[in-house]
Nanobody, 117 residues
Framework: QVQLVESGGGLAQPGGSLRLSCAAS????????MAWYRQAPGKQRESVAT???????TYADSVKGRFTISRDNAKNTVYLQMNSLKPEDTAVYSC???????????WGQGTQVTVSS
């Protein structure tokens, strides 16, 4: 069974940066897509950024120009570089990896990101 393990969360000041990583413990059959989601207290989970198997990326309007998603297929890892952080970015961030052929759909346990002075 594949497990996704996130790291890199924590406390950052407004305007600061954090880099999240999500590594898969086992083999991921291709093609697959990778994404980051977040859920703030009292709010629904939302998609933050996605990187598709071919490398195409999409972002939520609220993070465009500030966040960058990337993937390392050799390491089965997806990253989220978060710059110019705002207090409203505070949330639990979770990664997701799913098969483009519908064969699997894995989620990480989540990592807390808090942006506060």
């Amino acid at each position: 069974q594949v497990q996704l393990v996130e790291s890199g969360g924590g406390l950052a000041q407004p305007g600061g940066s954090l880099r999240l990583s999500c590594a898969a413990s086992g083999s991921l059959f291709s093609p697959n897509h990778m994404a980051w989601y977040r859920q703030a207290p009292g709010k629904q989970r939302e998609s933050v950024a996605t990187v598709f198997s071919g490398g195409f990326t999409t972002y939520a309007d609220s993070v465009k120009g500030r966040f960058t998603i990337s993937r390392d297929n050799a390491k089965n890892t997806v990253y989220l570089q978060m710059n110019s952080l705002k207090p409203e970015d505070t949330a639990v961030y979770s990664c997701r990896v799913w098969s483009a052929l519908g064969r699997y759909d894995y989620w990480g346990q989540g990592t807390q990101v808090t942006v506060s002075s």
